[in-house]
């Protein structure tokens, strides 16, 4: 399935917290519950064979949710563009139930094996933003279902130009 940008009403936007993500559409999408919330997260099941730009909403849109299939193996040899785990596994905790653990979290970062090229210009002729990528794929544990859904969020980190300092030397004047 094709993922869409949907749009929210001006001044809101969709930033669910990790607990968030675990406790409400996660379980609720393992479970076969309805959801009731505004926005919704779509399916995507090759978004680890995605680069961030090929996501709806780019440039503008720096985060992305989508719910998927976890996969023990998610780099795979013949893609261009390569997520790749980064760090420990960390556990997703409920601050309001006595931090009972409601989800366990991995995190990827895109490594691309080829120069990135964004071609992609923005109003008044303005250059493209350079991002580090990242994902955080978010999973329920066994103790809350048995389930391989997971639901990644994608998101962009501004890299910040190198500002070099120079010395100033000054020279005798004659």
Request: with cysteine.
């Amino acid at each position: 399935m094709e993922p869409t940008h949907k749009a929210l009403p001006v001044g809101f936007r969709f930033r669910p917290t990790n607990c968030e993500i675990a406790n409400y559409f996660l379980k609720k999408k393992a479970l076969g519950q309805p959801m009731k919330a505004r926005t919704v997260p779509e399916e995507c099941h090759d978004v680890f064979s995605r680069h961030p730009r090929d996501f709806p909403g780019y440039p503008k849109e720096e985060h992305w949710y989508y719910f998927c299939r976890k996969r023990n193996n998610q780099v795979t040899s013949n893609s261009p563009n390569l997520w790749t785990p980064i760090g420990e596994e960390t556990n997703v905790l409920d601050p309001k139930n006595n931090g009972a653990l409601v989800g366990i979290k991995r995190q990827f970062t895109l490594i691309a094996q080829e120069e990135e090229s964004d071609n992609i210009c923005l109003s008044d002729e303005e250059e493209a933003p350079k991002y580090n990528w990242f994902m955080d794929e978010i999973s329920l544990p066994q103790t809350v279902a048995d389930t391989d859904w997971v639901l990644c969020h994608i998101f962009g980190k501004t890299i910040k130009p190198a500002f070099t300092e120079f010395s100033i030397i000054e020279s005798e004047s004659e």
